[in-house]
């Protein structure tokens, strides 16, 4: 079955530093790929998505490129802020079965920024 | 924007008894919609799929009779944890999808604590 394989830190990082947070799936078919961010308290927030090989999701200053040779899409950002400490996933969706498709979730990456 | 809802956001119940977990869909209709548990220091894992008007879809090893999903309405799914155990404590999140889009958006969460 699908499954995604992320670091599971947790990643302490020093404010401005840069950050990358790996993530490599296995998926029988053309999954879409995701990172989704879990703040202290707060249920999870889409940060960005890419839906096939060679897209570059991006947002809030985070990217990430879905490489389908490796098969991997990591989590980058040149430099990280306070505000950015938090719970991400990486997660997949197999893309079958109409609307009715399923995410598949990575173990989360605790980050944590320091002043 | 597509906003979900939770209520309650924290419950503690006694042993034995029953709970129920409403997630709405606040500014959008949903055609499908996810119940998740999070556990601590773990991923995200489904539990079931509902889609309005039809009975849920459980992941292999949830226990139907236990948590009892309804999806009455295109903005409203309940979970109810019924007999609820200590060992049913956890974090209990909700996402939704709205008709189309392949995309989930998150609920807050709901902390069931069990005594």
């Known amino acids: 079955g699908d499954s995604v394989t992320q670091m599971e830190g947790p990643v302490t990082l020093s404010e401005e530093a840069f950050l990358t947070i790996n993530c490599t799936y296995t998926?029988?078919?053309?999954?879409?790929l995701f990172w989704y961010v879990q703040y202290p308290g707060e249920g999870l927030q889409l940060l960005l998505k890419a839906t096939k090989a060679d897209d570059k999701g991006s947002n809030k200053g985070f990217e990430a490129t879905y490489r389908k040779e490796t098969t991997s899409f990591h989590l980058e950002k040149g430099s990280v802020q306070v505000s950015d400490s938090a719970v991400y996933f990486c997660a997949l969706s197999d893309g079958s079965g109409g609307s009715n498709y399923k995410l598949t979730f990575g173990k989360g990456t605790l980050l944590t920024v320091n002043p | 924007g597509a906003v979900v809802s939770q209520h309650p956001s924290r419950v503690i119940c006694k042993s034995g008894t029953s709970v129920k977990i409403e997630c709405r869909s606040l500014d959008f209709q949903a055609t499908t919609m996810f119940w998740y548990r999070q556990f601590p220091k773990k991923s995200l894992m489904l539990m079931a799929t509902s889609n309005e008007g039809s009975k849920a879809t459980y992941e292999q090893g949830v226990e139907k009779d236990k948590f009892l999903i309804n999806h009455a309405s295109l903005t409203l799914s309940t979970l109810t944890v019924t007999s609820a155990h200590p060992e049913d404590s956890s974090f209990y999140i909700c996402?939704?999808?709205?008709?189309?889009?392949?995309?989930?958006?998150f609920g807050p969460g709901t902390r069931l604590t069990v005594t």
């Open positions: 996402s939704a999808e709205r008709g189309g889009e392949y995309e989930q958006y």
């Open positions: 998926a029988t078919g053309y999954p879409s």
